[in-house]
Structure formats: structure tokens, C-alpha cells
């Protein structure tokens, strides 16, 4: 656990926030499955890489949006969507590096949280996995009435914590992600992807607790190095 600090950027992280797609899961290649079947049933051609970027952090509605730009068709495909089969598309997914043993650390010390675009896949997901003990609070896009980068789903989890915006951060992997965390008010920590600015960088998940312990005691912003549990000042 974090003791408490006191001084201008120095902060006790008491609940952590998760992305999903990209941050708990790697879900690139089970959301080009998931969009190609629509896709296909539809007799389009399949994604191409920035249409994947895209869809990979948008809602669902979004990405139709995005992909059929026809109201008539995407009403379509929205009907098609909800008789599809998920149970190929979730088998697709598969669980970051060091993910569980890092959710046991934080259990019973830190507040456990979902900030997602995901909609009704997040169920089955955490199910798949058995994470579902591990998150205090899981919101989706269905959970708000604006999805990220509003930071209505981060408002609503500090809401339920009772926790002040320095005591949050926010762990996700995209452009949406680290403009949801600036919009919100809570300290970014950026997974993957060093091309994003953000407080903090991860290259795995053993470095995550490691990380918000040293943050009550080392004021100001640092980026972690390739070696799990350095910090770059």
C-alpha cells in the first residue's frame, strides 16, 4: 500500500482504472474477425489498418458509423450484430502478460476499475478469463450516455470510490484513451505504446504496482525504461 504524501505532485493512488481492448486483453485480431464477419455479410471488403485502428477503440455504434456510411445499411448491420455468434471471435482473445498476478497485487489494496468502449461483450469477456472477482466496477459504453473520450465513464467510477480525481489514474493503450484521461482530470499511465503522451509508460504489467508505490513518494512525472520497475526521470 501507498502511505500517504503531501506536497504539490506528489499523490496516493487509491483506485486503479483499466482500458480492455489492447490493455487487459489483446483483441486486435478478434475485433478484425468480429467487424470482417459484418463486413462480409454485407459484401464489403475487409478492414483495412486504419479502419482496425479505428474500430479497436470506438464504441460499436461508432465503427458502424464509421464502416457503413449509409444510415440505411448500418441499421442492417446493427440487426445482423445482434444474432452473431461470439463464441469464435472471444476465442480469439487472448490475456496480457502478466495481467492476472498484477490484478492480484492491487485486489483488497487498491479500488479496481473498467473504463470501456466495449458494450455487451465486456460479460463474457471478464467470464472467459475469470477476472470478474477481481473489478469492484465495470463500466461499458452502455453504462453512459457519452462514451470515451468523455470522461463520464471516469467521473462515474470516482463517483462511486468517493475518491478525488489526484487519488485515480487510468491505464490504457490509444490516442482516445490518453485524451479521456486528460479530459478527466487523473494521471495517465500509457501501456504499450510509447508514441502517446501520458505521466507514465508500461512495457508489462510487473511494473504497474511497483509503480504506484513509488508514486506517493517522487513528485512530478516520470516514464518507466524497458527494465520492469525503473523509473526515467
Not at 474477425?33 to 471488403?45: G, K, Q, V
Not at 464504441?59 to 464502416?67: G, M, P, V, Y
Not at 460479460?123 to 470522461?151: C, I, N, W
Not at 475518491?163 to 500509457?190: H, K
Request: charged fraction near 20%; aromatic fraction near 10%.
Amino acid at each position: 500500500m501507498l502511505e500517504e504524501q503531501h506536497g504539490r505532485g506528489s499523490s496516493r493512488i487509491r483506485a486503479v482504472i483499466f482500458d480492455c481492448d489492447g490493455v487487459l486483453v489483446e483483441s486486435r485480431q478478434a475485433n478484425a474477425a468480429f467487424y470482417n464477419t459484418i463486413l462480409s455479410h454485407f459484401n464489403r471488403e475487409p478492414l483495412t489498418e486504419e479502419e482496425l485502428s479505428y474500430v479497436h477503440s470506438h464504441t460499436l455504434e461508432q465503427s458502424l458509423a464509421f464502416l457503413f456510411k449509409d444510415s440505411a445499411h448500418r441499421q442492417q448491420a446493427l440487426q445482423y450484430w445482434q444474432n452473431m455468434d461470439y463464441g469464435p471471435i472471444l476465442a480469439l482473445l487472448t490475456l496480457q502478460p502478466g495481467l492476472r498476478e498484477c490484478l492480484r497485487q492491487l485486489h483488497g489494496n487498491y479500488h479496481i476499475a473498467v473504463a470501456t468502449n466495449r458494450t455487451t461483450t465486456m460479460k463474457g469477456l471478464l467470464r472467459r478469463f475469470a477476472l470478474e472477482p477481481y473489478f469492484d466496477m465495470v463500466v461499458t459504453s452502455l453504462d453512459v450516455s457519452q462514451p470515451k473520450p468523455h470522461p463520464e465513464s471516469i467521473d462515474k467510477i470516482i463517483s462511486f470510490f468517493q475518491i478525488d480525481r489526484q487519488e485515480a489514474c487510468y491505464v490504457g493503450d490509444s490516442a482516445v484513451d490518453q485524451e479521456t484521461a486528460l479530459r478527466a482530470g487523473v494521471c495517465f499511465i500509457a501501456y504499450r505504446n510509447r508514441e502517446l503522451q501520458a505521466d507514465y509508460h508500461l512495457s508489462h504489467f510487473s511494473q504497474l504496482v511497483p509503480l504506484l508505490e513509488r508514486m506517493a513518494f517522487q513528485p512530478g512525472k516520470g516514464k518507466l525504461s524497458s527494465s520492469p520497475g525503473t523509473v526515467e526521470e
